[in-house]
T-cell receptor
């Protein structure tokens, strides 16, 4: 099946630093990628939707200046957590949707996630 | 009312038992439905799609009742390896982000006991 990779898988950083997370679709082209965040024992919450070549669409309550998303190619999207603080510590998961089928027949493939700990 | 609601569990069942999970969704315009499985500290993985006619995949049976906006998952002959959190996922129309988005329930935790 389709594979989505994420890097890094885990990162620990000091408060105030910026962290970049990469998401790649390895064997298909993804015109749309999604970024989710999951806090312990909570459901996945969509942060933003990223379409290749255009600006990301952020969900209500997600600061676009804090969570910078770039989707420069059909196989790569990046999420940069700027000036990270301890409350940003979470499990960040990307997901990619293939481009060749109608929206209700497509499956989203999830990356393995990035666990961020901000000290 | 939450968009996708599930009983959080946990469901603790012995090996070989049959267990059923239920889920309700609030948006009647939802178009497609899924069950995902998420292991501890891992990403969600698609278990199966859910169709109006009901569908079965081995020991797993999914049902959809559009009138009641209700989805179910039945697991027969539970295995230890079935222990995980099962997420009910609904595709809902989303004007801000494109045509639709996946909305996740909080999940139902299953522990299969030897």
């Amino acid at each position: 099946g389709a594979v989505v990779s994420q890097h890094p898988s885990r990162v620990i950083c000091k408060s105030g630093t910026s962290v970049k997370i990469e998401c790649r679709s390895l064997d298909f082209q993804a015109t749309t990628m999604f970024w989710y965040r999951q806090f312990p024992k909570k459901s996945l919450m969509l942060m933003a939707t990223s379409n290749e070549g255009s600006k990301a669409t952020y969900e209500q309550g997600v600061e676009k200046d804090k969570f910078l998303i770039n989707h420069a190619s059909l196989t790569l999207s990046t999420l940069t957590v700027t000036s990270a603080h301890p409350e940003d510590s979470s499990f960040y998961i990307c997901s990619a949707r293939a481009s060749h089928r109608g929206p209700f027949q497509e499956t989203q493939y999830f990356g393995p996630g990035t666990r961020l700990l901000v000290l | 009312r939450k968009e996708v609601e599930q009983d959080p569990g946990p469901f603790n069942v012995p090996e070989g038992a049959t267990v059923a999970f239920n889920c309700t969704y609030s948006n009647s315009a939802s178009q497609s439905f899924f069950w995902y499985r998420q292991d501890c500290r891992k990403e969600p993985k698609l278990l199966m799609s859910v169709y109006s006619s009901g569908n079965e995949d081995g020991r797993f049976t999914a049902q959809l009742n559009r009138a009641s906006q209700y989805i179910s998952l039945l697991i027969r002959d539970s295995k230890l390896s079935d222990s995980a959190t099962y997420l009910c996922v609904v595709n809902i129309p989303h004007s801000g982000a494109g045509s639709y988005q996946l909305t996740f329930g909080k999940g139902t935790k299953l522990s299969v006991i030897p």
